[in-house]
Structures are given as structure tokens and as C-alpha cells.
């Protein structure tokens, strides 16, 4: 059975820092690469990092640049999300998302999410 389980989110003041981590199991990991996509109230859901299998590149949404790292450790089929100098637009339930395997063809990918961490950034 497959599962994507997020957590470390949390309630945090503007500047500070979290890190989500997102559990895999289910399917090979190392052959699947993975994203991070948040959800904030009333907008569409949107990919925040993603960082591919193999290889381990990443990519960001520009609104986190600089600030937010993913990363992935095959070992222990974990992805996380380092997310510093937060500020309340990154206010969201963050989702984490499964893609793969890399050697499928596109109509035959398979795509797995988690049920979602939220993140609140306030004063």
C-alpha cells in the first residue's frame, strides 16, 4: 500500500523556520521524483520544489527562491522541505507528491499524494 505521510508543520512568526518531512512507502522511492506542492485557502493547489530520481535535481517556484530547500534521502525513503525566512504568504497545507517511475512513459506515470501538513505564518 502506498503512503505519502507528511509532517512538522506547524504555527511559526514571520522570519522563523520549519522543516517538513514526508514518509514514503509503498513503491520504490529512488525511482520517483518528488515534489512539494502547497494549497493556500480558496487558491489552486501549486508546485512549491521538486527534486528528481535519479540525479537529484531541483527546482523552485520563484516566490520561494532562496529561502526553501528540498532535498531527499533515498536511504530512508524521506523528501523534506527546509523552509527558512517564512513569511505569511507561505501560509498553506503543504502537500507532498510522488512522481514516477522516471523510466515510464508520461500516460503511464504514476502520481501519489499525501494528505497535507498545514503551515501557518503569523504574528
Known amino acids: 500500500q502506498v503512503q505519502l505521510v507528511e509532517s512538522g508543520g506547524g504555527l511559526v512568526q514571520p522570519g522563523e523556520s520549519l522543516r517538513l518531512s514526508c514518509a514514503a512507502s509503498?513503491?520504490?522511492?529512488?525511482?520517483?521524483?518528488m515534489n512539494w506542492y502547497r494549497q493556500a485557502p480558496g487558491k489552486e493547489r501549486v508546485l512549491v520544489a521538486q527534486?528528481?530520481?535519479?540525479?537529484?535535481?531541483?527546482n523552485y517556484a520563484e516566490s520561494v527562491k532562496g529561502r526553501f530547500t528540498i532535498s531527499r534521502d533515498n536511504a530512508k525513503n524521506t523528501v523534506l522541505l527546509q523552509m527558512n525566512s517564512l513569511k505569511p504568504e507561505d501560509t498553506a497545507v503543504y502537500y507532498c507528491?510522488?512522481?514516477?517511475?522516471?523510466?515510464?512513459?508520461?500516460?503511464?506515470?504514476?502520481?501519489?499524494w499525501g494528505q497535507g501538513t498545514q503551515v501557518t505564518v503569523s504574528w
Open positions: 507528491n510522488a512522481v514516477g517511475p522516471y523510466y515510464a512513459r508520461e500516460t503511464t506515470l504514476n502520481r501519489y
Open positions: 509503498g513503491f520504490t522511492f529512488s525511482n520517483y521524483a
Open positions: 527534486i528528481t530520481s535519479p540525479g537529484g535535481s531541483t
